[in-house]
């Protein structure tokens, strides 16, 4: 069966380290995989896309990778801060530009 | 740019009773989407209109569920006879053509 898989359990850090998150995914072939932040009460908001033939992605603390023989992205948050906590949600893109499938997200807290 | 306007952002209403919500898209943005966000679970893709034409719908989308985008510009989302199940966080997001999505802040629907 399809499943994209994020850490459901919160990932809590210290203020300054770097917070690492993943996104599995089983039986899908996206070419392009975007991650969103999302606040409570509020909606996602859009952070970076990777396209499957590139490896990786920057924009500013943010680096996202993407291998799509482990079927895996990591998103790396470095030098976090207190202001980073937030839930953060992988998407896949299976090149429709419209229908997105997301992961549950997994929490970020950063502790100050 | 505003932002994607979503009203009401709360609407609290018996089992049985039409709802009709409301999504006003960033201007110059030709695409317009609905997803349904229920509590620790990621957006799920209900429809996407391109300009007015309604491309795709999901099959989350029963009879009971009617989206609309006359001339192009805002959409509604009406829900007939709501049941308890359909009580959910209703998002929408625009883009251009393409480009990743901007979403709102959503219309949070209670259903008693």
């Known amino acids: 069966s399809q499943k994209i898989e994020q850490n459901s359990e919160a990932l809590n850090i210290q203020e300054g380290k770097t917070a690492t998150l993943t996104c599995n995914y089983t039986n899908y072939s996206p070419a392009y995989l975007q991650w969103y932040r999302q606040d409570p009460g509020r909606g996602p908001v859009f952070l970076l896309l990777?396209?499957?033939?590139?490896k990786e992605k920057r924009k500013e603390r943010l680096k996202v990778t993407f291998d799509t023989t482990l079927k895996q992205s990591l998103f790396h948050i470095t030098a976090s801060q207190p202001a980073d906590s937030a839930t953060y949600l992988c998407?896949?893109?299976?090149?429709?530009?419209?229908?997105?499938?997301f992961g549950s997200g997994t929490r970020l807290l950063v502790r100050p | 740019d505003t932002g994607v306007s979503q009203d009401p952002r709360h609407k609290i209403t018996k089992r049985g009773q039409n709802v009709t919500f409301r999504c006003d898209p960033i201007?110059?943005?030709?695409?317009l989407y609905w997803y349904r966000q229920t509590l620790g679970q990621g957006p799920e893709f209900l429809t996407y209109f391109q300009n007015e034409a309604q491309l795709e719908k999901s099959r989350l989308l029963s009879d009971r569920f009617s989206a609309e985008r006359p001339k192009g510009s805002f959409s509604t989302l009406e829900i007939q006879r709501t049941e308890q199940g359909d009580s959910a966080m209703y998002l929408c997001a625009s883009s251009l053509d393409d480009s990743p999505l901007h979403f709102g802040n959503g219309t949070r629907l209670t259903v008693t």
């Open positions: 990777i396209r499957e033939n590139e």
């Open positions: 201007s110059e943005h030709n695409r």
């Open positions: 998407a896949l893109d299976m090149d429709s530009s419209y229908k997105l499938i």
